[in-house]
């Protein structure tokens, strides 16, 4: 099953990816290409499976909420939600995911 997909009406403006379970859209084909991007979406695709996917979301809104409560702008609450700060952190590391432990992202730094 192909679960990268080139597609840009499911990705929000502005961003380059984004994963719903167990498919990853993308507006950029040469993505589909970068090892870096799609460590990224993997890391996402693991946490969305720990979380029973619904559980994902409900978190992942809620976290961006508080976050932008607090920053009061956008991207950078999106860059603080506990699920983007452990992809981020471990998307360069393409052998993060076969050494990573469950619920990792409750880990990361700080």
């Given at each position: 099953m192909k679960r990268f997909i080139v597609n840009k009406f499911f990705v929000p403006k502005g961003f380059a990816g984004i994963t719903l379970y167990p498919f990853?859209?993308?507006n950029n084909p040469r993505l589909l290409e970068d090892?870096?991007?799609i460590n990224h979406e993997r890391i996402h695709l693991a946490?969305?499976?720990?979380?029973l996917v619904i559980f994902f979301y409900i978190w992942y809104l809620i976290d961006f909420g508080i976050k932008y409560l607090?920053?009061?702008?956008?991207?950078r609450a999106?860059?603080?939600?506990?699920?983007?700060?452990?992809?981020?952190?471990?998307?360069?590391?393409?052998?993060?995911?076969?050494?990573?432990?469950?619920y990792a992202f409750l880990r990361g730094k700080r």
């Open positions: 990853v859209f993308t090892p870096q991007f946490q969305q499976r720990e979380l607090k920053y009061k702008d956008k991207y999106y860059r603080n939600i506990i699920f983007e700060r452990e992809a981020y952190e471990n998307d360069n590391n393409l052998e993060y995911l076969k050494t990573r432990k469950l």
